[in-house]
């Protein structure tokens, strides 16, 4: 059975698109199209790790998040901040001038979302004593997703555990409970640097539903700290609040920031095509030895998420710097182990494989040989200008029936030149594809 | 459908190409991914082989509805005692190829375990031909 339901958190706003291509070119799983001047998603193959939001030069790819004013549907109004939200202001705004300003906006608490790790680290450890090596992390919910759609052998690998964020959450839900609150009147949401974290809140991977009731932008948060800090800065109050998380936890989002805390021999990759080549490398079982793999989507991991306003080196060493004057440990491991302890598997998580041909094996051969023979006629350029990444997805798109081989610009000179196809056709192909504006304005009518 | 690759003794740099290949293709074709691992490990094995210890050869690979044939025919020096080589941790390579991870003497039992028939010729001199075949059902 393979998984029916997705969320994304990713969208294209197509009064915005001019179906300039540029996200086509860096999807990492070949989901967008440009059809009738506009991008198109193929829904079931997005892993929302947002690289096509990070190139858009229109701005029309949006991110979807929960509405801040849903908040206050809430008595307790709890905000899980990561550490990568604290170094996105440098060394301008402490801590407490942030908390500060975050209490000020309506919420009644804020906590940090790497609380829960040093009791994570511990399971994570006995985990992978039992489980087949290397096991993966789970940690970033685009990786996650990418080995769902483009690596189903290796899906299995993917630690079945629950992450910093859901574990912290479940132990402050519980905690809440412990001092007398009523479970509807406490709301938790989550500020998050990338797309892929609101996708995993919506719909997570595995049999589990997902303890946290909001997810908000931290673009949108940055800006609303830094306005409020101009504009009543003296007025707001710091707070006293001390951080409750370890050395271990404030480093977990930066790239290493796993490995190094594991027993065994870990790797750690970040940015996407890094991961797809080792991904392609150890499904071909070219990888031996290796205990513990920490993969991330984004360059520079979590500070470089599509939601991190900062500079992302600027913002690891801020980070970095921030989790030095931390203890190693913060003392919550026993107390998470007591109260969470059996509740942090996900599941069972399954693969979510691209249908490119036919799930019937029979008419897949026969369409995939039809593409292999239409990508020898095409010109092996990946040019895009028939609105397909490249030639391979284009004879792709052909025989599944949703493109046709005069989208090619190189096929349409061809014929062009046998007398084959006349211009205005050709023309009317590409104002199909790439939208009239492109093409030049239309013959006035006389 | 058949695919073809040509593979050159002594590069290893490029060995596992065709096993690549062949993995992205029945990727695609959504077989089953326990399926697809053993055909990839057989060939990439073959494929070293062939790298390892042959001047050329041709790979070329087969798949219809019902299984995976894979023909690995070689130019090169040949097995001379293939119930030897057969063994696990037989193994004639040099220690520089055993330095770059090959030669465990691994190879062919490996294929012999992944494959669900499994033929191998050998003329001492001339070289070696495998046909490896995968069914797609249980």
């Known amino acids: ?446 | 459908m058949q695919l073809t690759f040509h593979v050159q003794g002594g590069d290893f740099t490029r060995a596992g190409d065709a096993s690549s290949q062949v993995k992205k293709t029945l990727k695609l074709l959504n077989i089953a991914p326990a399926i697809t691992k053993r055909v990839v490990v057989a060939l990439y094995e073959a494929e070293v082989n062939i790298v390892a210890h042959a001047y050329r050869g041709v790979i070329t690979v087969d798949i219809d509805p019902v299984r995976i044939v894979l023909r690995l025919e070689d130019e090169g020096p040949g097995i001379p005692d293939i119930e030897q080589a057969m063994q696990r941790g037989f193994s004639t390579a040099s220690p520089e190829v055993r330095e770059m991870g090959f030669g465990a003497g691994m190879g062919l039992p490996n294929i012999l375990e992944n494959a669900d028939r499994f033929h191998i010729d050998s003329v001492v001199g001339k070289g070696t031909t495998l046909s490896i075949s995968v069914n797609l059902q249980a």
């Open chain 1, 1 to 446: 059975m393979e998984q029916q339901t997705f969320h994304h958190a990713l969208k294209i706003r197509h009064d915005v698109c001019t179906g300039c291509s540029h996200c086509m070119k860096v999807c990492p799983t070949e989901a967008l199209r440009v059809y009738g001047g506009k991008a198109l998603l193929y829904p079931v193959w997005c892993i929302d790790c947002g690289e096509c939001h990070r190139v858009c030069p229109a701005r029309a790819i949006v991110v979807e998040d929960d509405d801040c004013k849903d908040i206050f549907n809430y008595k307790h109004r709890i905000l899980l901040i990561p550490s990568v939200f604290i170094g996105q202001f440098g060394a301008s705004l402490s801590r407490q001038e942030i908390i500060g300003v975050l209490l000020n906006l309506g919420f009644t608490d804020v906590r940090e979302a790497e609380h829960g790790v040093d009791f994570l680290i511990d399971e994570i450890n006995r985990y992978i004593q039992t489980h087949e090596k290397p096991v993966i992390s789970s940690f970033c919910p685009a990786v996650t997703r990418l080995i769902q759609i483009r690596f189903p052998a290796l899906v299995d690998h993917v630690m079945r555990l629950k992450q910093p964020l859901e574990v912290t959450t479940e132990y402050f839900r519980q905690w809440y409970a412990r001092q007398g609150a009523c479970p509807g009147d406490v709301g938790i949401f989550y500020l998050t640097p990338c797309a892929a974290k609101i996708a995993s809140v919506k719909a997570p991977v595995g049999d589990y539903a997902s303890p946290i009731d909001g997810v908000i932008n931290m673009h949108y948060m940055y800006n609303r700290v830094l306005q409020e800090f101009q504009q009543r800065g003296k007025d707001v109050p710091p707070t006293r609040y001390e951080t409750q998380v370890s050395a271990r936890g404030m480093a977990w989002s930066l790239t290493g920031g796993e490995v190094r805390h594991i027993d065994g021999k870990g790797l750690a990759i970040d940015g996407i095509e890094n991961v797809v080549e080792f991904l392609e490398r150890l499904e071909n079982d070219e990888i031996a030895g290796v205990d513990y793999l920490e993969l991330r989507a984004c360059d520079e991991s979590c500070p470089g998420g599509i939601l991190t306003p900062y500079n992302r080196f600027l913002a690891a060493e801020c980070i970095r710097r921030n989790a030095d004057a931390q203890a190693a440990s913060n003392g919550m491991a026993g107390d998470y182990q007591k109260h969470l302890a059996g509740a942090i598997d996900v599941g069972k998580i399954r693969p979510r494989s691209m249908v490119k041909y036919d799930l019937d094996i029979t008419k897949a051969i026969r369409k995939m040989e039809k593409a292999r023979e239409l990508k020898s006629v095409l010109p092996g350029v990946d040019c895009g200008a028939c609105g397909a990444p490249s030639c391979e997805a284009l004879a792709e798109d052909i025989v599944r029936g949703q493109a046709a081989i005069e989208h090619c610009i190189f096929i349409q000179t061809r014929c062009g030149k046998r007398g084959l196809l006349p211009q205005e056709q050709a023309i009317k192909i590409m104002e199909k594809i790439w939208g009239k504006e492109k093409t030049g304005e239309e013959e006035p009518v006389s």
